[in-house]
């Protein structure tokens, strides 16, 4: 079948991973929480996040060096909605949102209690790639997930878990995956 040509928009053309909220500290103690979805796993234990450089979760990471991240599924969907929008700092993404956090083990940022799967990490380096985004690669040092959602392999069944894809940024439409098959 014939393809249209397109030169402009083009990652919409592959769609990204499961939306994840990343919690962050603002100076004051405060826990910021930021909606995100375009990163990609760079090794075992490296992921990179593209990070728009006004929002408060690059702010904090460049100053703190450390961030967690939540993986948003169904159940937390529309607070993953709130936790974008832009607030103060004197306020939480989180209370507003009606998450709560538990401590991490090894950073002083907490995790999202109602996320089935966190990533501790730490900031490692930064690519400037242009314009309002910079691309952050963080280290990820410890992990929590929930024994429910634990695939074959030790990682995350996104299906089990109803782990949410934005199938049409930014507008809030998003989906859940099903029918897994081999070849
Ligand atoms: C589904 C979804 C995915 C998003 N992905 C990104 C992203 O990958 N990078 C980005 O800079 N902003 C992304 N945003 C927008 C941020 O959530 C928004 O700028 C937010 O205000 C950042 O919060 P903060 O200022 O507390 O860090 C996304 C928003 C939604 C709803």
Redesign the pocket.
Known sequence: MAKKFLEKGLTKLVRTRP?IIITTLHPDGIV????????TNLSSDEIG????KP????QNIKRTGEFVINVVTRSIASA??I????ISVSES?IEQAGLTTEPSKKIAVPFIKESVSCLECKFEKEVEIGGY?SFIIGKCIAGHIEESVIDKDGGLDVIKAKAIF?IR??D?VYAVLSNPFTV
């Open positions: 939306v910021n929480a930021g909606t995100f979805g375009a990163y996040i593209a990070i728009g929002s408060h979760t690059y993953s909605e936790c974008a929008r832009e993404e985004h934005n940024y930014p809030p």
